[in-house]
């Protein structure tokens, strides 16, 4: 699976890095427009599922049905958006994008409620993005043990819907641990690092799976 950013100017939920490649995407003139042209011939040779991630104001102002409609057009399977409160995907979101059979990713932490937890597995489906702390995303070197007993916590509540761990995973002992306790991990931080230390992106890809000893 590939996650694309929505280049934004305030991204909450990222650190430093994509913070930085949020705004030198803005300053080469990136849009949501110019985002869903680029994509728009992707299926001719991508199979694999692809998902979108940014916050909720750059959608707003696309609109949100002709941003589901977007989607559909070029392929994009579903759409992480961080900054979309849960009561109010499920009162102003949920049939749109259910409509145009999107999928919609929610967030959860450490933090979130059991109660909640299942909510989102009842009323949500593609995957749920375990956030493996309250921070915000970055390379770590190791998890805690208080985040893998969240981990276990989760694993433990044998929910619906498959989850993936992203934040902090950048090295075989992150993946490692999330792969134990997940159906995946997600890598961005430490691919986005590797873009600006490569001349090609093929070469940072390699450069990242030897990272994560695949």
Excluded: W
């Excluded at 694999?48 to 409609?69: D, K």
């Excluded at 961080?82 to 499920?90: I, Q, S, T």
């Excluded at 949920?94 to 109660?115: N, V």
């Excluded at 590797?194 to 994560?212: F, I, Q």
Aim: aromatic fraction near 8%.
């Amino acid at each position: 699976m590939v996650e694309i950013g929505i280049p934004f100017s305030d991204p909450m939920a990222d650190g430093p890095v994509i913070q930085q490649a949020n705004m030198q995407a803005l300053r080469n003139g990136m849009s949501l427009h110019l985002l869903f042209e680029q994509l728009k011939d992707m299926r001719r040779t991508i199979r694999f599922p692809v998902i979108l991630m940014g916050y909720l104001n750059p959608v707003m102002q696309f609109g949100f049905e002709a941003f589901c409609r977007s989607c559909v057009e070029t392929g994009v399977d579903g759409v992480i958006i961080p900054d979309l409160p849960f009561a109010d995907y499920l009162a102003d979101y949920k049939d749109i994008a259910d409509q145009y059979k999107i999928k919609i990713i929610m967030l959860i932490s450490p933090e979130t409620s059991e109660e909640r937890i299942r909510l989102i597995d009842e009323h949500t489906s593609g995957f749920i993005y375990m956030v493996s702390s309250a921070a915000t995303t970055g390379a770590q070197s190791r998890f805690s043990n208080e985040v893998q007993d969240y981990f276990h916590r989760i694993r433990a509540m044998n929910l619906n819907n498959p989850q993936l761990i992203g934040f902090g995973i950048s090295n075989m002992e992150t993946l490692h641990a999330a792969m134990a306790n997940a159906s995946g991990a997600i890598v961005g931080s430490k691919f986005i690092e590797l873009l600006g230390e490569n001349t090609t992106p093929a070469k940072s890809v390699e450069d990242l799976l030897m990272a994560l000893g695949s």
